[in-house]
């Protein structure tokens, strides 16, 4: 599990050792050369992490969970995920050769900007976080951020259960309204249904990631209260977790 938990009581930031390397990648797909925002063209442009040393299938599986995340952003069917990054982009181009095809004089450019960040890179667990915005029209952007955690040594989903007892649900709920009710400037008597929480409650989701300073929690534009609120972030002190470390 992760070494850091073990040493918690010493210190709250996550340790990790040793380092799986990566190396940055870029890929970019464009509808015409040169293309520009500003004029009717497609762009998608990602960049990656690319971690050195690893099993083939593990990296695919990284790779294959990023795609998935950009995917989602940009509306691809869930039923015809990609294979690759490199297969959305060229996608993501082909869908807007295709539509401005049938819409003559359309005169708005399409792009997916997407940027992963490596935020835990050790033998143990991997943590990256997926931050995209998509242009297809529209009023104004889409803007997504999302997370992927990964065991390196066998490709599988990293999740809080593989570093915290059974039992740490509940406790983790109270310290993410606590930490909530901190960000929103609520005092005790003030009620978290003015977020419109379901029954006033704050309920953790499945978006969240590793960083070294704790776990974070993120609530997507529209996820948590209406379309046009923030994003939220709710981050966690690992040594507020200490109780619960296996």
């Known amino acids: 599990m ?6 918690l009581a010493a210190c709250s930031k996550l340790k990790e050792k040793p380092v799986v390397d990566f190396v940055m990648q870029d890929f970019k797909a464009e509808s015409s050369p040169n293309c520009r925002e500003d004029s009717a063209c497609a762009t998608f442009q990602i960049q990656y992490p690319e971690f050195l040393g690893l099993d083939t299938a593990i990296r695919k599986s990284i790779a294959d969970r990023i795609a998935n995340h950009l995917a989602n952003a940009v509306a691809v069917d869930a039923s015809e995920q ?3 990054l490199q297969q959305l982009g060229n996608d993501f181009v082909n869908d807007f050769k295709e539509f401005t095809k049938e819409e003559h004089g359309y005169d708005l450019g399409w792009y997916v900007r997407g940027q992963v960040t490596v935020l835990i890179s050790s ?13 297809t029209g529209g009023a104004h952007a889409q ?27 509940e406790d983790l709920t109270r310290l ?13 008597v003030d009620s978290l249904a003015s977020t419109e929480l379901t029954d006033g409650k704050f309920e953790f989701n499945d978006n969240y ?3 070294k300073e704790g776990v974070v929690f993120y609530f997507n ?3 948590f209260g209406s379309p046009v609120d923030d994003p939220v972030e709710v981050i966690i002190p ?3 977790l200490r109780v619960w470390a296996k």
């Open 2 to 7: 992760i070494v850091a938990l073990a040493a």
């Open 123 to 135: 033998d143990t667990l991997i943590s990256l976080q997926v931050d995209s915005e998509t242009f």
């Open 209 to 211: 990631g590793f960083r």
């Open 221 to 223: 534009t529209s996820e």
């Open 176 to 188: 993410a309204a606590e930490e909530l009710r901190n960000q929103l400037e609520l005092n005790e």
């Open 238 to 240: 690992y040594e507020k």
């Open 82 to 84: 990609p294979e690759s």
């Open 143 to 169: 803007y997504s951020t999302n997370f992927v955690n990964i065991e390196p040594k066998t490709g599988t989903e990293f999740l809080l259960d593989a570093m915290l007892r059974p039992g740490y649900r």
